[in-house]
């Protein structure tokens, strides 16, 4: 569906076993890792859709943070994103914004450098996973207040237009009951706008002639 891909971009943030398996260090406790793992994985693949990946290596030394998670190496740091609907190379981070890396990041067993923004590194990916900035991108996974906002942040200076997907995302857990404000009102609704995948079927449809199938 060549068509489909050419008129929205996808892109998931943090969909790792720490974050959106109930045995990760730092799992969140809404319902957004099953509904991808059981609904939006599903259709994406029944679909052909593709879908760009951003992931974290949040190993120590790290600014303030005193939580080590995400370690490569570890089933932590492992992507539930299946492989065969990854599209391109992974970004890995090493903080929420995007812009930060480090030497060695992502290898397993080798001493990471100290922590650095690279604009530059990150505009090279994004200028060749979605190179036509007239395509909005759909975003989804973890968390919405923190590493989902910082992407979306970096994406709409850039000039994208954003959705989230509602259901395919959630706040930290400390924070689940404050959902609908974080997705609505807060900084979060100043560079997206939120769709539920009713929506996103909807236009999907009326993009591709096509019937909006998901499996069970």
């Keep these: 569906m060549k068509d489909l891909i050419q008129k929205l971009y996808f892109l998931c943030v943090d969909y790792q076993f720490d974050f959106a398996s109930p045995e990760g260090k730092a799992s969140v406790i809404g319902d957004s890792p099953l509904f991808i793992a059981n609904t939006l994985i599903p259709f994406l693949e029944l679909h052909e859709i593709k879908v760009s990946e951003i992931v974290s290596d949040y190993r120590l030394p790290r600014g303030k943070s005193c939580s080590e998670t995400c370690v490569p190496g570890t089933p932590g740091f492992q992507s539930l994103l299946p492989d065969h609907i990854r599209v391109g190379k992974q970004h890995i981070k090493c903080m929420h914004n995007p812009l930060w890396t480090r030497e060695n990041i992502g290898v397993a067993d080798q001493p990471i450098g100290k922590e650095y ?91 591709t002639n096509a019937p909006a199938i998901t499996k069970q």
Excluded at 123 to 148: A, D, Q, Y
Aim: proline share 4%; glycine share 2%.
């Design 117 to 207: 923004q690279s604009p530059e590194l990150f505009n090279r990916w994004v200028s060749h996973h979605f190179p036509e900035k007239t395509i909005p991108i759909v975003l989804f996974g973890e968390t919405m207040e923190c590493c989902l906002l910082n992407v979306a942040q970096e994406l709409y200076f850039r000039g994208y237009d954003l959705f989230v997907l509602y259901e395919a995302t959630d706040p930290m857990a400390a924070r689940q009951i404050y959902k609908d404000d974080i997705i609505h009102h807060s900084s979060l609704s100043l560079y997206t706008k939120c769709i539920t995948f009713k929506d996103l079927c909807s236009m999907l449809t009326e993009q």
